[in-house]
């Protein structure tokens, strides 16, 4: 097959990430916890993505209103990005008996602001959703800057006559704002990719294209092994686990040297 694709993660994998996780138990924020790990390491929970502005819609709700109440009067839309368990069920009801309030996530906000003078994105807020039993458990805001030379590496693949396609777990405007600032069209751009859904994304463009994923966590691993090739990145220079090291064809340290892999 001669026609070529390739499918950019890009949260760590294009976008150098910074995040700042409360956990609710402990009243705790960390910038080194990763969310996707908080997910695999506890049962029936669900990484909760919502697709709302932080700065023109979350920081100027009054913070002591409860987060229930403002995702229904605002009909805000959620989107479950990562989970340790199938769920197919409406998530609103769920947090009808939360009593987590803005306030959580403006701290968060606030957090990640003051520790982050680098942040060029803001991918947005989201929350760890106990399914068991519906309790909120972490609150999570975060941002990044793209990495150097991804514009390089898209303008080079087109130039090669490379199809290059983004499919991420983030908020959808903050993938528009990406695609705009890498200079992709947004028809090259899957908005709120959860796991599944990236494998199906490799699946269905292998009907036409020989195919590269690129990703750096457990939630490209299905996408990892439906591509013709896998390739993991770590400049993020964040611990990788095991499990996404073994579906790995290969490994490298920089998002430029994917333009050395022949494919």
Do not use: W
């Amino acid at each position: 097959m001669d026609k070529k694709a390739i499918v950019f993660d890009i949260s760590g994998t294009l976008l150098k990430r910074c995040r700042a996780v409360k956990n609710m138990k402990t009243g705790e924020i960390s910038e080194e916890i990763s969310s996707l790990d908080i997910v695999d390491q506890i049962k029936d929970t669900a990484l909760v993505v919502l697709q709302a502005d932080i700065k023109k819609c979350l920081l100027l709700a009054p913070p002591e209103k409860r987060l229930y109440d403002f995702l229904k009067k605002y009909n805000i839309k959620m989107d479950i990005s990562y989970s340790s368990s199938d769920i197919d069920y409406e998530l609103l009801p769920r947090l009808k008996g939360s009593n987590v309030t803005l306030d959580e996530f403006h701290e968060t906000a606030r957090y990640l602001s003051k520790k982050n003078n680098f942040i060029q994105l803001c991918s947005g807020s989201a929350f760890i959703l106990n399914t068991a039993n519906n309790e909120i458990e972490y609150i999570i805001t975060a941002g990044g800057k793209v990495f150097p030379n991804v514009s390089k590496v898209i303008e080079t693949l087109k130039g090669r006559g490379i199809k290059t396609f983004i499919a991420s777990g983030d908020r959808a405007k903050s993938l528009k704002e990406f695609a705009e600032i890498i200079d992709l069209p947004m028809e090259n751009v899957f908005e709120t990719a959860d796991t599944k859904r990236k494998a199906e994304i490799v699946k269905d463009l292998k009907d036409e294209y020989k195919v590269m994923m690129v990703g750096n966590g457990p939630n490209d691993i299905l996408a990892f092994k439906k591509a013709d090739l896998a390739v993991l990145t770590l400049e993020q220079q964040e611990k990788v686990s095991q499990k996404v090291f073994d579906s790995a064809d290969i490994v490298i340290n920089k998002i430029i040297e994917v333009l050395d892999i022949d494919f």
